[in-house]
């Protein structure tokens, strides 16, 4: 992989040698004009925009949010080079965790895109990522009129492509890419869009891709499918959207430090080998017998595959102690439908309103093959899984109107979810074959363990008053919303049902934007923020116990931020960025703290830990060199603490994490990237430093820093033939990519990180019809 390095850097070098010797030259347009991100210009509250070509120059395929990592205050984190196995992948912003950010797509609220999502789905289930138009990120508060009542922090909103971007020329277009590279890698997409570009309009397109795990064996692939109609009536303008994905996931072995110091960076689960996974669930299943006389059911990892401990003392394999220190295997499955349709139009002269209604269909399960529970046959381990079924129904909408300097808004958003959840387990065939697929859906449980369905209605409204007085612009508005979750046990086991809801009819914003000159502008703001209780066992209050759920659903206070920001932006032909600072402070913090090892599925401990404070600086700027070459860097500092330490009822302490920095907060974050493009050639190199990362509330246990490069290299030989290079964690550190896998504790190590992916390359040729 070092050679890879070198042959990428060499390639960079090559195709940028021309632009010395030709600086006389006129460079493309397109590049000369290109900005790399917009930084809100005229925007009240910190906001910046990534457009197309930025995403497009990742690997095909790439989560469209690998490219907003750039941004300052985005820590964005993944154990695969895409960006998009959902079980590693996690963004946060400011120190707010992803459940506590809001998520939309073309204004469909996404929930918080987590794994065991239950009020929404990820964005890499929305739409392929050569259909996004732009991604804007709003750091801080999020616009008061954004779909999501978990949004304590900043929004990310995510916009698909209008069919007129591809339609040049003509009432026909298509777009075909093929990708093969490292893990064998195999990407293909195709789209057609139809019509014209200021009438009747839409696209089709399909995509495939397929990886190999990077170590261990195992497949990651998915099945895409977009749809898009814009269909004008006179001034009214009518939209479409139509989306399936189904994606397979086998998982990667969660780790701690201490077994990546006794295991190695590479190891992983012991999928395919079947008599290994046998082998250590029939030690687990001896632990009763061997610790009753004083032994351990893993001797210092020496045993050969039998189980017979090897003569001489020999190691096999890499000093296993445990059997959560390799299952036999693990996958994520989903499945999901998305459609939505909406209408704009105008009011008079001065007024219009927007309408969409929007439906979401999921299907999901998580599989971990569980050495904690033999199957009934006497497999000494069975397939546990976490399954989940969800019907969404929403329709949001708006009415804007002038009156004078002033332009109002008003905007409502209702919402039914009904989220199904269960936990089952299903028997393997035999000791010597597993009889079923991790990449399927199992049928016939032996055991349900726990079953309940969850019923969610919200409605939110917002109002804003966007002020026009020249030279300065002042925002005042406000949001409310009513959430109710309420839960019902079809099995009842530990996890609790019963009803709850968090309501906050006025959230208030104010914010002004003042113009210094025509390239310089001051804005700042104040939002308050409260977010809504998440409605699942594996998260929020129905995640503990029924005797906790009881004594907190009367009294629990839902979580709710201050932001106060302050910046100053610049913009002129060569150089555009933004410098900012941010005070937040956050109220009845909730900390679930994890119990026993994820795959056992205990209900977490909820801690309401009080206060946080975080004060942040934020630094972003693009400049432009001329002869086709730009450079573009970011940097935040945030410091994130928790005010107070957590205490049980009667006073005593349970963790003293009082003056201790948050959970997954690296307090510096540094990015940068040279990018070119001239002449058909285009290439960038960018790296991305994030300091010290804790994952124990006490600080006790972290990951060091660590510094990742990325480059991507190509050439456009005409406008319908391309042919890019990418390659990711370019110089082929070892690192760890996710931290809280499993979970958060209080002290100590845990078997919850994710290693990072090591040197990867791919090639893609595009071609245009």
Do not use: C
């Not at 204004?107 to 890499?124: A, E, F, Q």
């Not at 330490?645 to 997954?664: E, H, M, Q, Y």
């Not at 002449?679 to 006790?700: E, K, Q, V």
């Not at 190590?749 to 071609?767: E, N, Y």
Request: proline fraction near 4%; aromatic fraction near 12%.
């Amino acid at each position: 992989m070092r050679m890879t390095a070198a042959f990428l850097m060499a390639s960079a070098a090559t195709i940028a040698l021309p632009a010395y010797a030709q600086d006389s030259a006129p460079a493309d347009a397109a590049a000369e004009d290109a900005t790399i991100v917009v930084f809100g210009r005229g925007e009240t509250r910190q906001v910046q925009e990534i457009g197309a070509q930025d995403i497009v120059t990742l690997t095909p395929g790439t989560n469209a949010l690998k490219a907003i990592e750039k941004l300052p205050s985005v820590n964005f984190q993944a154990a695969d080079p895409f960006g998009n196995y959902e079980w590693s992948q996690r963004v946060t912003i400011r120190s707010f965790s992803q459940n506590q950010l809001g998520f939309t797509f073309d204004g469909i609220p996404l929930g918080d895109m987590s794994y065991g999502n239950h009020n929404g789905l990820h964005i890499t289930r929305a739409v392929s990522s050569e259909n996004i138009g732009s991604v804007r990120v709003s750091q801080g508060a999020g616009s008061i009129g954004t779909q999501a009542t978990n949004a304590l922090g900043g929004t990310v909103e995510t916009f698909s492509a209008d069919p007129a971007d591809y339609l040049s020329g003509g009432i026909l277009a298509g777009q075909g890419n093929l990708t093969y590279g490292s893990n064998e890698t195999w990407r293909a997409f195709a789209r057609l869009a139809l019509g014209s570009r200021d009438g009747i309009r839409g696209y089709l397109s399909y995509g495939y891709g397929s990886t190999d795990k990077f170590k261990g064996q195992g497949t990651q692939d998915q099945h895409m499918g977009n749809a898009k109609v814009v269909i004008p009536i006179g001034d009214v303008q009518v939209d479409g959207w139509l989306s399936y994905s189904d994606r397979r996931e086998q998982d990667y072995q969660d780790m701690s430090m201490a077994m990546i110091r006794r295991l190695g960076w590479d190891w992983d689960n012991s999928y395919p080998d079947y008599a290994r996974a046998i082998d250590y669930a029939s030690r687990l299943n001896d632990v009763d017998r061997v610790s009753n006389s004083g032994g351990s059911p893993f001797p210092d990892g020496r045993y050969d595959y039998s189980g017979a401990p090897v003569a001489g003392g020999q190691v096999y394999p890499g000093n296993v102690t445990s059997a959560d220190d390799a299952y036999y295997d693990a996958a994520g499955l989903r499945k999901d439908w998305l459609g939505a349709i909406g209408i704009s139009a105008p009011l008079g002269e001065k007024a219009s309103f927007k309408l969409k209604g929007y439906y979401h269909n999921n299907e999901g399960m998580g599989l971990w093959a569980t050495p904690y529970v033999p199957s009934p046959n006497g497999v000494p381990m069975s397939v546990r899984t976490t399954e989940y079924d969800m019907d969404r129904i929403g329709v949001f909408g708006s009415v804007d109107f002038a009156l004078g300097i002033q332009n109002f808004t008003v905007g409502g958003w209702y919402e039914n979810n009904k989220f199904h959840q269960a936990r089952r387990f299903y028997a393997f065939a035999s000791r010597t074959e597993p009889g079923l697929s991790f990449r399927d859906y199992p049928t016939n449980p032996f055991a349900t363990q726990w079953e309940f369905d969850f019923t969610t209605d919200t409605i939110q409204y917002h109002v804003q008053d966007r002020i026009d007085l020249g030279m300065v612009t002042i925002n005042l508005g406000w949001k409310g919303f009513k959430v109710t979750n309420e839960a019902d046990a079809v099995i009842k086991a530990t996890f609790p049902e019963g009803r709850i809801k968090a309501e906050d009819w006025f959230q208030p914003h104010a914010g002004f934007a003042v113009e210094l000159s025509p390239e310089a502008e001051v804005f700042g703001g104040f939002t308050q923020a409260t977010r809504a209780f998440a409605s699942a066992t594996t998260t929020g209050p129905f995640s503990t116990t029924q005797a906790g759920f009881d004594t907190i659903k009367n009294s629990l206070q839902p979580e709710a931020s201050d932001t106060y920001e302050l910046g100053l932006r610049y913009h002129n032909a060569i150089f555009n960025g933004v410098l900012g600072a941010y005070l937040v402070n956050f109220r009845n913090r909730l900390l679930a703290v994890q119990v026993g090892s994820p795959i056992q599925g205990f209900a977490s401990a909820l801690q309401n830990v009080g206060n946080v404070r975080a004060i942040g600086i934020e630094a972003a700027g693009n400049l432009k060199l001329g002869g086709g070459f730009g450079l573009y860097a970011s940097y935040s500092y945030t410091d994130s603490t928790y005010r107070d330490d957590v205490v049980n009822s009667d006073g005593t302490l349970v963790a003293a994490i009082k003056g201790k920095t948050v959970v997954d907060s690296p307090r510096h974050m540094l990015r940068g990237e040279i990018n070119y493009e001239r002449d058909g050639a285009f290439g960038r190199i960018g790296a991305n430093y994030m300091s010290r990362r804790y994952y124990s509330y006490t600080n006790d246990a972290s990951v060091p820093g660590r510094v990742i490069v990325d480059a991507t290299v190509g050439y456009r030989f005409s406008e319908k033939l391309e042919l890019q290079l990418n390659a990711t964690n370019l110089l082929d550190n070892k690192y760890i990519g996710t931290i809280g896998s499993g979970g958060f504790g209080n002290s100590g190590d845990a078997q919850t990180l994710l290693v990072g992916a090591p040197a990867q390359v791919f090639a893609t040729i595009k071609m245009g019809l």
